[in-house]
């Protein structure tokens, strides 16, 4: 016997002229049951709320919000956080900035810094950043270097690096290598070519 499962999704979205969107979606879940979600957006504020009903009892109820703020040439900062009333969640701030944009070179840093929630919504437990730069030359090299770090632990780095050795319009080789290495760790690294053809 083959046991047949469907979904059906609605989403509903309504935008007004002052930029406000309330947003919102659900379906039948494979498992029986119906879920849903919906939210509310005015300018780069957000916020939006999800459960599900499995025909016997309520499911966990998401909450979750934030901003987002666009910045000059590609950039942006912001905030979001999501949790479950009584047991906790998470929540990150982030960002990434252009230093420079040339007709020749761009370079971009970016970062984000993330914690746990507890159901108090205090942060518990050690928090995890990250830093890291991406550079792109308009010849189609590009490298990475950037560092990350788990609360008190040790700092772990990784490099990355792309240079094109043959490039056409339907595809090119590239030579790459990438390494990580870290405070207590063996570095490790690897160099390889990579093919590309596009239809």
């Known amino acids: 016997m ?48 999800s459960g599900s009903y499995d025909g016997r009892r309520l499911g966990p109820v998401d909450v979750g919000g934030g901003a987002h703020f666009k910045l000059p040439n590609d950039g942006f900062a912001g905030a979001r ?17 252009n230093i420079f944009d040339t007709p020749t070179h761009r370079l971009d840093v970016q970062g984000h810094h993330d914690r746990f929630l507890n159901r108090d919504l205090k942060p518990v437990g050690p928090a995890i950043n990250e830093i890291g730069a991406n550079y792109k030359h308009v010849g189609g090299a590009t490298a990475h270097i950037g560092a990350s770090k788990i609360g008190s632990g040790p700092i772990q780095g990784s490099l990355g690096a792309s240079v094109p050795l043959v490039s056409t319009p339907q595809g090119g080789i590239n030579l790459g290598v990438k390494g990580i290495a870290g405070e207590g760790m063996k570095p490790q690294g690897e160099i390889g070519v990579v093919g590309e053809i596009k239809f």
């Open 2 to 49: 083959v046991k047949h499962v469907f979904g059906l999704f609605l989403a509903v979205a309504v935008v007004s002229e002052t930029m406000a969107q309330f947003f919102g979606g659900g379906g039948f879940l494979p498992s029986g049951g119906i879920g849903g979600m919906g939210g509310y957006k005015y300018g780069p504020a957000w916020g939006s709320l």
């Open 81 to 97: 956080a999501s949790v479950q009333p009584g047991v906790g969640g998470t929540s990150s701030l982030y960002g990434k900035v």
